[in-house]
């Protein structure tokens, strides 16, 4: 993490630096639990358009 311009520490890195091993790993847990579950919606939103983009092929 870099040091903002007018050498003041940004938030996240003050956080890195601050809390506990179990807050951080419970923080990046917690993140990447929620960047799954948006990529599983986005491929099931795509599979979707898919299978009507199909259907409507097969039925003009």
Not at 14 to 40: L, P, W
Request: zero cysteines; a positive charge.
């Amino acid at each position: 993490m870099s040091v903002a311009n007018d050498g003041a520490s940004s938030p996240l890195t003050d956080f890195f630096t601050k809390a506990s091993a179990d807050t951080r790993r419970d923080v990046y847990n917690t993140v990447i639990s929620k960047a799954i579950a948006s990529q599983r919606d986005v491929i099931e939103k795509a599979e979707a358009i898919k299978r009507a983009s199909s259907s409507a092929e097969k039925h003009p």
